[in-house]
């Protein structure tokens, strides 16, 4: 979770996976999840925010939204895009590594983490992170994180066919794998399965397990699936259809909602 690895790509992030044809069909997936349980006023602390699209849209769902992430360049663009949006009376953007986030005696009603952010932190990280979470929530909080699994058909076929098997199963590995940001700059990644994820927050209720991108690929598709759109239509279409745990097991992302 290197903060050199990460502003670098920040200037270049929307163009990479935000606004093209499957980032935005993957975010459209967790709003569609999002989207009942909010509420004009809701108090939301996003991690890992990147460059802002979730703390905007959530902003003009009526939230109050702190938006953090490691890397200041990150937080600097959202911070420039609630400004041009007219939305910074309801977005904070502050640089916080989720390692150093302790409570501080502010409490929120939901506790948000899009696309893999978490993926950055080690098993223990994790452990210590998920002892501090329910100070961070009210009583009835909910805790709504977006993870890349330890299983994603999309990729083990695509590797294999590529004729790189190592690729193909590298999410199944117990240790980190070193995940390229930029030429020159990789991040440590941990894979983490539903269940793994879930035990380490013991002091929260577990509510829901979803799919993010089972039928629609991973983002790295991109250039190939942006050329075929009816493709990408249809397997939009199956994306809206399939819900539940099982799906979950092999999507490039689960969403995983944990309550207080």
Same mark, same amino acid.
């Given at each position: 979770m290197a903060q050199s690895g990460f502003d670098p790509v920040a200037g270049d992030y929307d163009r990479q996976f935000s606004h093209t044809a499957? !980032?935005? +069909?993957?975010?459209?997936v967790v709003q569609r999840y999002l989207t009942p349980v909010l509420h004009p006023g809701m108090k939301v602390l996003e991690l890992n925010c990147g460059t802002?699209?979730?703390?905007?849209?959530?902003?003009?769902?009526g939230?109050?939204?702190?938006?953090?992430?490691?890397?200041?360049?990150?937080?600097?663009?959202?911070?420039?895009?609630?400004?041009?949006a007219s939305l910074q009376h309801r977005i904070e953007a502050e640089v916080v590594d989720i390692r150093d986030l302790r409570p501080d005696g502010r409490k929120y009603d939901l506790l948000f983490s899009d696309f893999g952010g978490l993926n950055c932190l080690s098993p223990e990280e994790m452990r210590q992170f998920g002892g501090r979470i329910s100070n961070l929530l009210?009583? !009835?909080? +909910?805790?709504?994180a977006v993870v890349m699994g330890r299983f994603c058909w999309w990729e083990s076929v695509y590797f294999a066919l590529k004729g790189n098997p190592a690729a193909a199963v590298r999410r199944w590995r117990s240790g980190p794998v070193a995940a390229a940001l930029s030429p020159g700059v990789n991040v440590d990644t941990w894979y983490y399965a539903p269940g793994t994820f879930r035990r380490f927050f013991p002091d929260l209720?577990?509510?829901t397990v979803q799919p993010v991108g089972f039928w629609l690929p991973p983002s790295y598709l991109n250039p190939f699936f942006a050329r075929r759109t009816g493709l990408l239509r249809q397997l939009n279409v199956l994306e809206q259809k399939c819900r539940g745990r099982l799906w979950a097991f092999a999507a490039d992302h689960y969403l995983i909602v944990l309550g207080r």
């Open positions: 499957v !980032g935005r +069909l993957q975010r459209a802002g699209e979730d703390a905007l849209w959530l902003a003009r769902q939230c109050l939204v702190r938006a953090t992430d490691i890397a200041p360049e990150m937080v600097r663009v959202t911070a420039e895009k609630a400004r041009d009210h009583p !009835g909080g +909910l805790f709504v209720r577990l509510q």
